[in-house]
């Protein structure tokens, strides 16, 4: 499939007039072909139309026919082969083997929401039927399900450009919930965004869907993603990236007419709790386990462990010495972006001109574009006397806190902001003090996490990828997991509504077959 560089609008391909860019090679910074052309606000104008007209259409069609698309998409992106994998190998740096990787995640994802619809347990159905000679007055027939919220604005991650991005779980889990989406792609990986986007585009046909239900476009500056969160008929954003552009978006859709929900997943530094028995026990061993952690993908991943909280002593220093060991082997890796690469250097040279930050040690040296990984430590009392050492570094750097007791070590937990997760290095003699931090850790974090790094998001049922401000806008959503669907729906209850007008979902008979609570009890017919 070749790239050409145009905007995907419903069925239609053509080629932006509001300037061009071209992508980059990640490694060298080279420009790489085709120049793609920025989308106009007629374009704009024109994609919203069709999401709107698409959206009665697509969320109407049969539940099956919706699992079928979604499968459809992921056969369609696997059927790209190396040609998606070899760009966005170039775009972005990162290896053959990650991306490989994240393209199996993509792909996961798509075929879970298939799961989850044909399941049908996300429509909430449940039904309290009438009861007509109910004494003093008699009571209603109320039945209530969930429906599609609307037209969804997806911005694709910058970080993650398969699995985050055109068809990543924003767009998978509201093309399942019945919503028309609306991409606008990151500049970072434009290739990449147009293969996928081509892909969804050709399922999009395959399945006789209306055109609307699907558009891509790329923006040359910030007009089209505001304009988009703007766009009354655009009813939820999904958003990954940076506080400040997530809090620029959650602004614009709060002074709507219409106010609509901006689902952003923003900064973390994930904070990892060293126990005083396990760090006795097995420092060395977790030393090494977290340099591995902290370097991978050149750390540039929203749950990198930029955190390290220990009470200070023999242990946790053996444990920084094990640590540094294993640093200054880690060689340099090419970072997504010149940008992400600039910003990551001067967050590392602020925490190194720090008057109360230590430098335990770096990686190798690389490449113009390479990341060094970096080490820093500082006390507890540093940490608490403002908030720039509470900043999230993108990138392979992480800080460790020296508390001097107990008490200073809940002090800095209590003073964290909200999280993705928070790791928890722990041993059966460590259980009392753990018990006694959960219901603080679960007020800060999304995912509580033992013995490990939460580099690792499986994507499942159970899956929490959220957490309080600032690490996502809302922090009773995720963005991972069969969960995310419910982002893109709301409830409706019908009252009195006659046997014949009632939604298949609602009727007597299920004919839909699927999960329902009657009189709030569960059954499946």
Known sequence: MSMTGQLLIGQRAYRGENGEFRGLDAATGQTLEPAFGGAGLADLDRACSLAEAAFDDYRARPLEQRAAFLESIASHILALGD?????????????RGRIEGERGRTVGQLRLFAEVVRQGSFLNVRIDPAQ??????????????????????????????????????????????????????????????????????????????????????????RSIGQGLVGDSRIKAVGFT????????LMNIAADREEPIPVYAE?????????????????????ANEFVVSLTLGAGQFCTNPG?????????????????????????????????????YCQGTE?????????????????????ARAALFATSAVAFLQGLALREEVFGPASLIVRCNNEAQFKQVISALEGQLTIALHISEADYPQVRGLL???????????????????????????????????????????????????????????PAALLPLELADANPLDVPRQINGGRVHD
Not at 83 to 95: D, I
Not at 242 to 247: A, E, L, M, Y
Not at 478 to 495: D, E, H, M, N, W
């Open 132 to 221: 007509p000679d109910r004494k003093p007055l008699p009571k209603v027939d109320l039945r209530l399900r969930n429906i599609a919220i609307g037209p969804v604005a997806v911005f694709g991650a910058s970080n993650f450009p398969l699995a985050f991005s055109v068809a990543g779980g924003d767009t998978a889990s509201a093309l399942a919930a019945g919503c028309p989406v609306i991409v606008k792609a990151h500049s970072a990986h434009p290739g990449t965004s147009e293969l996928v986007g081509r892909a969804i585009q050709q399922a999009v046909s395959l399945h006789g869907l209306p055109e609307g239900v699907f558009s891509l476009l790329f923006d040359t500056g």
């Open 83 to 95: 040609e998606l994998v070899e760009r966005c190998m170039q775009e972005t740096g990162l290896s």
């Open 439 to 497: 219901p603080t850790l679960e007020n800060k974090a999304g995912r509580v996490l033992v013995n490990g790094f939460g580099t690792g998001v499986e994507v499942g049922h159970a899956m929490v990828h959220g957490g309080p401000f600032p690490a996502t806008s809302d922090t009773r959503t995720t963005s991972v997991g069969s969960l995310a669907i419910k982002r893109f729906l709301r409830p409706v209850s019908y009252q009195d509504l």
């Open 350 to 370: 602020r925490l190194r001109a720090h008057a109360g930050v230590e430098t335990l040690g770096q990686g190798l040296e690389g490449e113009r574009y390479q």
């Open 307 to 343: 955190l390290i909280l220990a009470i200070d002593g023999p242990a946790l220093r053996l444990f920084e010495e094990a640590a540094v060991e294993a640093l200054e082997k880690a060689a340099a890796q090419t970072m997504l972006t010149t940008g992400i690469h600039g910003s």
């Open 266 to 286: 923003m900064s973390s530094i994930n904070p990892v709790l060293l126990l005083p028995h396990a760090l006795r026990e097995r420092g060395a061993v977790m």
């Open 241 to 248: 990236g940076s506080r400040t552009g997530g809090v620029a």
